[in-house]
């Protein structure tokens, strides 16, 4: 195992779950997928969970964590996630619980890893910023509104994931009732095309090799728009954008 190396295994509301390769460990960010149809998507990558290290646990909500404690008690796997996010996911059954403080560095292996908090309509919600003592990953999605201590946090990544959710104005004109474009578009809600922009606009970007936009809805955003709008945050071409989808596990993206 060579260099950093991830893929995603699906991005969206309907499960998200992203693999990475570093330092010698293989860890599963979220599982918001069956263990069967995790398997199936780790095939596709010629990868198995029984090679994995851990899973580490953004938050509880179900896109991201209904998959967690089946595929974690099946292959013995030690589970790193918040006290807010354990008690929500309430499962103390054969669970290998590794608890992790929102504010503070661990390691895996040889791997750094560095919980973030951010806002969002969960438990105790974290982002994750991995580095294997040469490059620099991060992952952030879910959140309603981007802070300085995020944006101090994710400055200086060399590859970054996202989230690109909706578009303001196909969300205010889509098919959600009134009270799901009102969470989905809160301050505890998700990112719109905009507000990623924005981020990358005052975020340090310049060792940034990789950019992938990710959480994108189905029915609130274009996967067009939603690269076109980043890559005009960050001034790159929007060729260089790359985006997530939902139905089937990636290529594998290396930095």
């Not at 990710?214 to 690269?227: C, G, Q, V």
């Not at 076109?228 to 790359?242: H, K, P, Q």
Request: net charge negative; charged share 25%.
């Amino acid at each position: 195992m060579k260099g950093l190396r991830f893929a995603f295994l699906g991005s969206g509301s309907k499960g998200n779950a992203l693999l990475l390769e570093a330092a010698g460990q293989r860890l599963l960010i979220d599982c918001g997928f069956s263990t069967r149809e995790i398997a199936r998507r780790m095939a596709a990558l010629d990868r198995s969970p029984e090679a994995l290290d851990g899973i580490l646990v953004t938050h509880e909500h179900s896109d991201h964590a209904s998959g967690v404690a089946r595929l974690a008690r099946r292959f013995g796997l030690p589970v790193y996630a918040t006290h807010g996010t354990r008690a929500a996911i309430n499962d103390d059954n054969g669970l290998d619980w590794r608890l992790i403080s929102a504010h503070e560095g661990f390691a895996i292996g040889d791997l750094a890893i560095t919980p973030v908090a951010v806002p969002h309509d969960a438990r105790e919600p974290v982002q994750f910023i991995v580095e294997d003592g040469l490059r620099r990953f991060g992952l952030l999605t879910d959140l309603g509104h981007v802070t300085p201590h995020v944006i101090r946090k994710y400055s200086a990544c060399h590859a970054l994931v996202l989230e690109a959710n909706h578009d303001l104005g196909m969300l205010a004109t889509g098919p959600y009732p009134p009270s799901l474009k009102q969470r989905v578009g809160g301050d505890f809600g998700h990112l719109n095309n905009r507000q990623s922009a924005e981020f990358l606009e005052r975020a340090d970007t310049g060792t940034l090799e990789r950019l992938i936009a990710a959480h994108i809805s189905e029915k609130n955003n274009d996967a067009t728009l939603a690269r076109d709008t980043l890559a005009d945050g960050i001034g790159w071409t929007a060729s260089r954008v790359e985006v997530a989808v939902q139905d089937s596990a990636s290529d594998w993206y290396e930095v």
